[in-house]
């Protein structure tokens, strides 16, 4: 039996977020069982927070943001990710501003941050979600789709065909192993003739060389160029973890995505958070079943 998780001890890191461009202190700090994944505005009056679950999503547009009422917390899918990978189920985070800090555009340095805070198995079991049975959706040529399976396996194909990136493809196992070494490092891209329109609508406020692949009509503008030869599609699947991560509970399943996004992503989470809680409402009719009629007349 695999017991839940949380970090050993509280760890801060400081950086500029990417869409609002604002500088940004967290702090990750240990949690109880059960808890899951809370975010807390330091910043705001009385400390609010926000449980990290796939019904608390607010908004999916470049970016996954969650909230609940005024309080909000923006691109939360990268931390979420390197929680998933890391395999920590509790923590609190808390923040002295609204959007997590985006470090290098990957998830590496959270992975660094959950490294120097250490992990322990807590008193609880860890509750995996098993899919039973086959879910999909599409629109426009994007589809996601589950499968049952007794890993958490990803397949990806995105197809940028204006841009030197064309298709592109992988295929993983996730585990911490796998997430630590071939996706964590894959960083958030972006095209060059993007830019100006995305800065006009006051997002990538922060974005720089420093914390995105930029990609023009000749290719990679950085100058180390990639870190994979696919580390595109390798940093999709990033997004999915992280975004599939607000279910609150790590899956079981082989997920097959084309050409999907934050927004199809999220989708999904609220239809696995739907099933995760058909299938507890069952198990307790199982346990604990209604006495008919009949049985209420022989008492």
């Known amino acids: 039996m695999q017991l839940q998780k949380t970090i050993e001890k509280s760890v801060s890191y400081e950086g500029v977020g990417l869409h609002l461009g604002q500088k940004v202190k967290v702090i990750l700090e240990p949690a109880p069982p059960d808890q899951g994944i809370i975010f807390i505005r330091e910043d705001l009056p009385g400390s609010p927070g926000v449980k990290a679950k796939a019904s ?8 996954t943001s969650i909230g609940e009422g005024d309080v909000k917390i923006t691109t939360v899918e990268h931390i979420l990710a ?6 920590v189920d509790n923590v609190t985070i808390r923040m002295n501003g609204q959007e997590f800090p985006a470090g290098d555009g ?29 879910m999909w959706m599409q629109d ?12 958490f396996k990803i397949t990806y194909v995105v197809d940028f065909p204006q841009s030197p990136l064309k298709s592109q493809f992988a295929e993983l ?10 996706i964590a490092p894959s960083r958030t891209f972006g095209f060059m003739q993007e830019v100006e329109d995305l800065k006009k609508r006051g997002l990538i406020q922060g974005g720089s060389l420093e914390n995105a692949v930029v990609i023009d009509d000749k290719g990679v503008v950085n100058k ?15 997004d999915l973890i992280g975004d599939l991560y607000l279910t609150g509970r790590p899956l079981k399943a082989h997920v097959i995505a084309v050409k999907a996004g934050h927004l ?12 995760m809680k058909n299938q507890e409402e069952k198990k307790k009719s199982k346990n604990h079943p209604f006495l008919t009629a009949r049985d209420i007349e022989k008492i």
């Open 56 to 63: 608390n999503v607010v908004d999916n547009h470049r970016g």
């Open 82 to 87: 390197a929680l998933s990978g890391m395999e």
């Open 106 to 134: 990957s998830a590496l340095p959270w992975v660094e941050l959950i490294k120097s805070a250490g992990c322990i198995s807590q008193d609880a079991p860890r509750k995996f979600f098993k899919v039973e049975k086959p």
């Open 140 to 151: 426009n040529g994007r589809r996601l789709v589950v499968l049952p399976d007794d890993d």
């Open 173 to 182: 196992v996730i585990n911490k192993e796998t997430f630590v070494n071939d």
């Open 224 to 238: 180390e160029g990639l870190r994979f030869p696919n580390e595109p599609v390798r940093h999709k699947i990033l």
């Open 264 to 275: 199809f992503n999220v989708r999904l989470a609220k239809e696995l958070e739907k099933a």
